[in-house]
């Protein structure tokens, strides 16, 4: 019996020391900003070179690195970052420069929003302003909150129930403090146990949804006609709720491979206010609501809607330029383009920043179509207009030579003094040494007739490609028909591309040019 009580002292003498470091309160470190960070912009991989970025919903991402300095004390610790990018994904999220590592990341989602604020107050005492639009009196008085967010507000005050902005009158909730667990900035937390007291330099990098990017092209057509200056910017776009301050910039050219990512969204959303037919409030409710009717129609005065303050204050997209050129960069098989200087990532904004300017680039100006032949018509068709195509070769010894992301062509040309807009096409990453081609409009003066006459057998086509502007046009047709079929004896030699008959020819001013074939079964 000594022995087994000998041996239970020692195992409490053990066991204690152990139970109280346990029971020790964990501290909580709180980081407020970054000392410094980078930001990593990656294209939204769904969009096409044609299609702008949509500013409502901005499918591509970020890579954003910060460096922060915090004193740690020992024992376990809550590290709070705040102030990171509201679409973080917190499964990307990597901490390094902590001394003992990481145990946890969690991203708190318990963001100080109107809603959140309003449910953390649901059961609990406000103050309510009003303020009279005619007379400008501000009246206070104590309310309680008895609906969430999403059930249209209900106040009860000392004269009965009521709507919140639902008087006629301009009203505010004035809440005495912010709930404990709200946070006014997204925030990334993590815990980990230091054994020494130390003051650390962390390293946070994580991907981010919520950005985009795309190239915008700018041409100037010469004079005569035959080359272009061609100007290109950066466009920058941060639809997240967190600004990027002095941040270290860069695009990437390409699509990598990246899934979906399930994440969860932070607490808010907007308010649903709700408003009852009259007769089926309380008293005070319909006596507000009418003496705010009168004071309006005694000053004029129309009477304020209920959203309209929630839709005047909704986030709009700022633009802002500045010129400094991005350097070029390999990242691997894609390409890197970083902004020499420090910028400003503003939150719900756009920024531009020049990317290259080259001048007196050649391009050929061609007039093109494709025909599909199989059906055409016997009777007689219409003259059709031809599309305007500006080719350019991406070669050094042309003016370019350097990689071009997708992106936004603009055109224009000089003419009586002004700049006037040809057109506007898309276009697709391009390596250098490829051909570049933009679609800018049609012609209403270089048009096309097509002619046929025959049976399902064998059918003869006549094309007429007429020009009625006073300089020779370059045309390129394509002909298309099913692949059971076939074309024979052609008035004119054609060449193949990207497997379809082309007939290339030089149409003279004010003239025209005519191909006959026939299209046959096998």
């Not at 002292?9 to 152990?18: D, E, G, I, R």
């Not at 003992?100 to 809603?115: F, H, M, Q, T, Y």
């Not at 449910?119 to 303020?131: E, F, S, W």
């Not at 070769?393 to 350097?402: S, V």
Request: aromatic share 6%; with cysteine; proline share 5%.
């Amino acid at each position: 019996m000594m022995m087994r009580a000998l041996f239970a002292f020692l195992l409490l003498t053990v066991v204690a020391p152990a139970i109280a470091q346990s029971d020790e309160p964990r501290q909580t470190v709180t980081s407020e900003t970054p000392s410094s960070v980078s930001v990593t912009v990656y294209r939204n991989p769904q969009r096409s070179g044609d299609q702008g970025m949509n500013l409502n919903y901005l499918g591509g991402y970020a890579l954003i690195t910060e460096e922060r300095t915090v004193t740690l004390p020992a024992g376990e610790i809550d590290l709070r970052f705040e102030g990171v990018a509201g679409g973080i994904i917190p499964q990307s999220a990597i901490v390094t420069g902590l001394p003992d590592g990481v145990i946890e990341k969690n991203r708190d989602a318990a963001l100080l929003s109107p809603s959140a604020l309003l449910n953390g107050y649901l059961g609990r005492d406000v103050t309510i302003r009003r303020t009279s639009a005619a007379t400008g009196e501000v009246q206070e008085f104590d309310a309680r909150i008895r609906t969430d967010a999403s059930g249209g507000v209900v106040l009860q005050t000392a004269e009965g129930f009521e709507a919140l902005q639902c008087t006629g009158l301009n009203e505010t909730i004035i809440y005495p403090a912010i709930p404990e667990g709200l946070s006014a900035k997204p925030t990334l937390s993590v815990k980990s146990r230091v054994t020494t007291p130390t003051r650390a330099t962390i390293t946070l990098s994580y991907l981010a949804t919520g950005f985009d990017w795309q190239a915008n092209y700018v041409a100037d057509i010469s004079a005569d006609g035959e080359t272009m200056n061609l100007f290109s910017w950066v466009t920058l776009a941060n639809g997240d709720e967190t600004s990027f301050i002095n941040a270290r910039t860069q695009t990437v050219a390409g699509q990598p491979n990246k899934g979906r990512d399930n994440i969860q969204p932070p607490s808010g959303g907007s308010i649903a206010l709700r408003c009852w037919p009259q007769g089926t409030t309380s008293d005070i409710m319909v006596r507000n609501f009418e003496r705010g009717r009168a004071e309006a129609r005694f000053s004029g005065a129309p009477m304020p809607a209920p959203m309209a303050a929630m839709e005047a204050a909704s986030d709009r997209i700022t633009l802002t330029a500045k010129r400094v050129e991005a350097e070029q960069e390999d990242l691997g098989d894609l390409k890197l383009y970083r902004i020499p200087v420090p910028v400003t990532v503003a939150a719900q904004s756009q920024k531009q920043v020049a990317m290259f300017e080259k001048t007196a680039v050649p391009f050929t100006k061609i007039h093109e179509a494709q025909i599909w032949t199989g059906n055409a018509p016997a009777d007689h068709q219409e003259a059709l207009p031809l599309d305007i195509l500006l080719r350019l070769q991406n070669e050094k010894r042309d003016g370019l030579g350097l990689p071009l992301p997708a992106g936004k062509m603009v055109v224009f040309k000089a003419a009586g003094g002004e700049r006037i807009l040809l057109g506007e096409d898309g276009l697709d990453d391009k390596a250098i040494g490829e051909e570049v081609e933009v679609t800018i409009g049609q012609s209403p003066l270089v048009r096309y007739q097509l002619k046929a006459a025959g049976n399902n057998d064998a059918r003869d086509f006549v094309l007429t490609v007429t020009n009625a502007s006073g300089r020779t046009a370059q045309v390129e047709v394509t002909l298309d028909y099913e692949d059971n079929r076939k074309l024979r004896k052609a008035s004119e030699k054609l060449r193949r591309k990207d497997g379809k008959d082309l007939w290339k020819v030089t149409v003279p001013a004010n003239g025209e040019r005519v191909l006959t074939y026939r299209v046959v079964g096998q």
